[in-house]
């Protein structure tokens, strides 16, 4: 690990005045991933920013009857919060599917939006990795990639995106408010997160000077009808092979509105909107929806260690879409799949 000087913001201002005078500096709030990637070499800042006494850690009513959110709320807190539990239970089910106990009660919201790869060739300094070191190849391309991507990759990166909590929060159509020195400003959640193109070294569209202090949520919560699907190696404390984030609004029989994010596939939260619109006005069902996956995974292309992941997801698209509209969302406590 390198030396660093340590700084404490004392407001919102003070942080953004911080994190523009230093290039290579650093937020740091729970720090479950960064000290990680610090440890590893893979993250070098010289100055971290204490942020973890700013004013943001309040979940607070708007006036378009949703919530929002502060940037510093732990996770543990956001998914046991009563509000979200009645009325956002999918994002709650997503957080209580990722890491430990422990680690939530440490983790910011958010800090899980800006968790980093965990592809394993951005972990290992002494491959090469676009990622990490611009330039210097994908490894993962022609070496271990079973836990890599299958949609919306590039030549230069096929890492993918590892938040859960953030696979929800596409589903359900956050907005992400961030601050930065020439103000704030409001990001879609669809626009938040990047694929890697020819930068993969660049994970977000929130710029290196900017912080994010809230995330709304829409009035909108589908608290009846949703289910969070994570299919991964072992039951507890494992990254997706595939996630699903599936929300249905049914009337009298018939899909109104539908979402289906999917997790573990792309370097984001991986969102096909026409997918979604062959649900509306059609009756729940297999048929209705193993069509909506094949759209989804129309363009989906593996490599040599991951190409079932293609038809595990369809698998879990289709059964999260059915445990959704049964009103049967999975469990996350005794993870047995319904």
């Given at each position: 690990?390198?030396?660093?000087?340590?700084?404490?913001?004392?407001?919102?201002?003070?942080?953004?005045?911080?994190?523009?005078?230093?290039?290579?500096?650093?937020?740091?709030?729970?720090?479950?991933?960064?000290?990680?990637?610090?440890?590893?070499?893979?993250?070098?800042?010289?100055?971290?920013?204490?942020?973890?006494?700013?004013?943001?850690?309040?979940?607070?009513?708007?006036?378009?009857?949703?919530?929002?959110?502060?940037?510093?709320?732990?996770?543990?807190?956001?998914?046991?919060?009563?509000?979200?539990?009645?009325?956002?239970?999918?994002?709650?089910?997503?957080?209580?599917?990722?890491?430990?106990?422990?680690?939530?009660?440490?983790?910011?919201?958010?800090?899980?939006?800006?968790?980093?790869?965990?592809?394993?060739?951005?972990?290992?300094?002494?491959?090469?990795?676009?990622?990490?070191?611009?330039?210097?190849?994908?490894?993962?391309?022609?070496?271990?990639?079973?836990?890599?991507?299958?949609?919306?990759?590039?030549?230069?990166?096929i890492a993918v995106h590892p938040s859960d909590m953030s696979v929800a929060l596409a589903a359900l159509e956050a907005?992400?408010h961030v601050v930065g020195p020439r103000g704030g400003r409001a990001i879609p959640f669809a626009d938040f997160h990047?694929?890697?193109?020819?930068?993969?070294?660049?994970?977000?569209?929130?710029?290196?000077?900017?912080?994010?202090?809230?995330?709304?949520?829409?009035?909108?919560?589908?608290?009846?009808?949703?289910?969070?699907?994570?299919?991964?190696?072992?039951?507890?404390?494992?990254?997706?092979?595939?996630?699903?984030?599936?929300?249905?609004?049914?009337?009298?029989?018939?899909?109104?509105?539908?979402?289906?994010?999917?997790?573990?596939?792309?370097h984001k939260p991986w969102r096909v909107p026409e997918a979604e619109q062959t649900l509306e006005g059609r009756q729940?069902?297999?048929?209705?929806?193993?069509?909506?996956?094949?759209?989804?995974?129309?363009?989906?292309?593996?490599?040599?260690?991951?190409?079932?992941?293609?038809?595990?997801?369809?698998?879990?698209?289709?059964?999260?879409?059915?445990?959704?509209?049964?009103?049967?969302?999975?469990?996350?406590?005794?993870?047995?799949?319904?």
């Open positions: 690990m390198n030396d660093f000087d340590y700084v404490k913001a004392r407001d919102v201002n003070d942080a953004v005045s911080q994190i523009t005078k230093h290039l290579a500096a650093r937020f740091i709030a729970g720090g479950t991933n960064l000290i990680d990637l610090m440890k590893e070499n893979v993250e070098r800042p010289t100055r971290l920013i204490d942020i973890t006494g700013l004013p943001l850690k309040e979940i607070e009513e708007t006036q378009a009857g949703g919530l929002r959110i502060g940037a510093l709320v732990p996770n543990s807190d956001l998914a046991y919060d009563e509000r979200i539990t009645t009325h956002y239970p999918l994002l709650s089910s997503a957080i209580l599917a990722g890491a430990s106990a422990q680690l939530r009660n440490m983790a910011s919201t958010g800090g899980n939006l800006l968790q980093r790869t965990r592809c394993l060739y951005f972990y290992d300094i002494t491959t090469p990795c676009n990622k990490r070191e611009p330039g210097s190849g994908c490894g993962a391309l022609d070496g271990f990639n079973r836990l890599n991507a299958i949609l919306g990759w590039s030549k230069s990166c907005t992400v990047r694929l890697p193109g020819d930068t993969p070294e660049i994970d977000t569209n929130l710029a290196h000077d900017e912080i994010i202090t809230a995330i709304e949520l829409p009035a909108e919560g589908f608290s009846r009808n949703y289910s969070y699907l994570k299919i991964r190696d072992r039951l507890s404390y494992a990254f997706a092979l595939v996630s699903v984030a599936a929300a249905l609004r049914i009337e009298a029989g018939a899909i109104k509105d539908a979402r289906v994010a999917l997790g573990g596939v792309a729940p069902s297999r048929t209705a929806f193993g069509e909506a996956a094949d759209v989804i995974l129309q363009d989906a292309m593996g490599f040599a260690h991951n190409s079932f992941k293609i038809e595990l997801a369809r698998r879990a698209i289709v059964r999260a879409l059915e445990q959704a509209a049964a009103g049967t969302p999975q469990s996350q406590s005794s993870k047995k799949i319904v």
